[in-house]
């Protein structure tokens, strides 16, 4: 009897103890996430997927975007005479002009982003926080809230800037602004002020220590602003829709919308295909741009940390 009670008082305690262990298994609020890592690719796939299925049909032999019909790698790129997008004048078109938009996008864009952070940076004031606002509302306002708003405003207000490719420009610098300021400021805020004063104290005039001190720290954060203001530009399509004046402004994202209303073929596949290939170039070089350029600052940082552990033990 007192072993058979033992026994049950061991299997109760060992369940406690299992339960306990799970319990704390899925919490774990101080512990390595365990969920995290298979939430973000199953978020990755979803995303994804309908992309990879996208791309797999412009190698379909056939001319549907639907049905499989055999692999060919260069037909709907340059192989087919009449429909590839090599040899589609309006397909090459609409690739010229996103390409056109972005490259002057990133042109005006930066510059003046650059110089709304630095301003924005070194302001102190009642109105700074206001200014910090309006810098932002192009970003939190939605697209097609900003598209109908910029339409508005070059039809009623601005009457000499017709819808153009002029008008498409300036409406993509007008929301991609706000992406240069957050991640040059962001740059400057971790850079702190004390290189520029340890310029000052050198005798640099402030001219002198934007030139050769602030502008070289910020230029990781300047090349990876141009390319993140390319690949928004170039797959946008609300703002360039509103301010298009037909098929001579047409963008690859417009001319996508208007092939899948009609018979769309599997050059369109091709093109967004194409798209794809240079947003993640863009942002892929943004990215390796930034871990060369910062690699320094990160065995600082690292060099640091392991020295101040030494002192602490």
Partial sequence: MTLHAGLASS????????????????????????FLALITWAYVL???????????????????????QGFNLTRWY???????????????????????????D?????PLGILLALGLARWRGFMASASNFIMLFPLVTPELVMGVAL?????????????????QVLGHVTFSLSYVVIIVRGRLFSIGRQYEEAAADLGATPAQALRLVVLPLLLPAILASMMMVFAISIDDFVISQWLSCGVNCDTVPIRIYSATRTSSVPAINALAAIMVFLTLSAIGVAYLVQRLMTRGERKTHHAGGLARGMFDT
């Fill in 11 to 34: 299997k109760h305690r060992f369940q406690l103890s299992a339960l306990r262990k799970l319990r704390n298994w899925i919490s774990n609020p101080w512990g390595r996430p365990r």
């Fill in 78 to 104: 340059w192989g087919d005479p009449d429909r590839s997008v090599w040899h589609d004048p309006a397909l090459q078109h609409a690739l010229l002009q996103s390409l056109k938009l972005a490259g002057l």
């Fill in 151 to 167: 339409s508005l405003v070059f039809l009623h207000v601005f009457t000499f800037i017709q819808p153009s490719t002029t008008a």
């Fill in 46 to 68: 979803v995303s994804i997927v309908p992309v990879i299925v996208a791309i797999q049909f412009s190698f379909n032999d056939g001319r549907s975007v639907t049905s499989w």
């Fill in 106 to 110: 990133i042109l005006i864009a930066t």
